[in-house]
T-cell receptor
C-alpha cells in the first residue's frame, strides 16, 4: 500500500542533543513538508521541498534542518538550537499543482518528540 | 488577525443532527480550501477540498465556499459518534506550496 511512513513514533531528546526524524513516502509525490503541532494549535510549517536537492524554509525553521537527497525521503533534524522542541511533528506530501489548482497534502502518522 | 480562523469549540451535537463547522480566512488570494479530520493523538486525514464558490458534496459531508465573504464551511449530516474529532480548515494561495491551517474546531457527537 502507498503511504507516508514516519519513524520513530515517539522520541526523547536530551539537552544539547540533535535528533533526526524520518519521513519516507512511496506515493511518488514530488513535494514534501514538515509541520509542527503544539496542543490546541494548528499546524505550523517548518520546511518544505518541491524537488530533490531543493528545500525552502517555512515559518518556524530556526533550530531545524532538512535534506532531500532522494524523492522518497525528507528527514528532519531537530538541533540543540531548538530550545522548545516538545511537539507533535507531522510529515506530509503532495503532487504538484494541477491545472493551477493546489493539490491536497497527505500526512504520515507523526512523531511525538519530548525533552528528557 | 490570524490567517485562518476557526471557532475552537467544543461544538456538541446530538447523534443524527447536522454539524456545521465554520472557517474564515484573511488572504483574498487564497484559491484552494481543505478540510481535515484529526482524531485525538492521530495525524490529520483529508475529508474534502473545494476550489470554486458554492457547495461540494461527498457522502454525508458538504463543503461550502464563499470567496467574497472569505468563508468556508463544512456540514456533516447525520452526525455519528465516530465523527467526534477536531476538524482543521486549511487554505492555500494559488501557486504557493505552503498550506495555512486553522487551530481546529473540536466536535463532539453525543449518542
Amino acid at each position: 500500500d502507498g503511504g507516508i511512513t514516519q519513524s520513530p513514533k515517539y522520541l526523547f531528546r536530551k539537552e544539547g542533543q540533535n535528533v533526526t526524524l524520518s519521513c519516507e513516502q512511496n506515493l511518488n509525490h514530488d513535494a514534501m513538508y514538515w509541520y509542527r503541532q503544539d496542543p490546541g494549535q494548528g499546524l505550523r510549517l517548518i520546511y518544505y521541498s518541491q524537488i530533490v536537492n531543493d528545500f525552502q524554509k517555512g515559518d518556524i525553521a530556526e533550530g531545524y534542518s532538512v535534506s532531500r537527497e532522494k524523492k522518497e525521503s525528507f528527514p528532519l533534524t531537530v538541533t540543540s538550537a531548538q530550545k522548545n522542541p516538545t511537539a507533535f511533528y507531522l510529515c506530509a506530501s503532495s503532487i504538484p499543482t494541477v491545472g493551477g489548482l493546489n493539490q491536497p497534502q497527505h500526512f504520515g502518522d507523526g512523531t511525538r518528540l519530548s525533552i528528557l | 488577525q490570524k490567517e485562518v480562523e476557526q471557532n475552537s469549540g467544543p461544538l456538541s451535537v446530538p447523534e443524527g443532527a447536522i454539524a456545521s463547522l465554520n472557517c474564515t480566512y484573511s488572504d483574498r488570494g487564497s484559491q484552494s480550501f481543505f478540510w481535515y479530520r484529526q482524531y485525538s493523538g492521530k495525524s490529520p486525514e483529508l475529508i474534502m477540498f473545494i476550489y470554486s464558490n458554492g457547495d461540494k458534496e461527498d457522502g454525508r459531508f458538504t463543503a461550502q465556499l464563499n470567496k467574497a465573504s472569505q468563508y468556508v464551511s463544512l456540514l456533516i449530516r447525520d452526525s455519528q459518534p465516530s465523527d467526534s474529532a477536531t476538524y482543521l480548515c486549511a487554505v492555500k494561495r494559488g501557486g504557493d506550496n505552503d498550506m495555512r491551517f486553522g487551530a481546529g474546531t473540536r466536535l463532539t457527537v453525543k449518542p
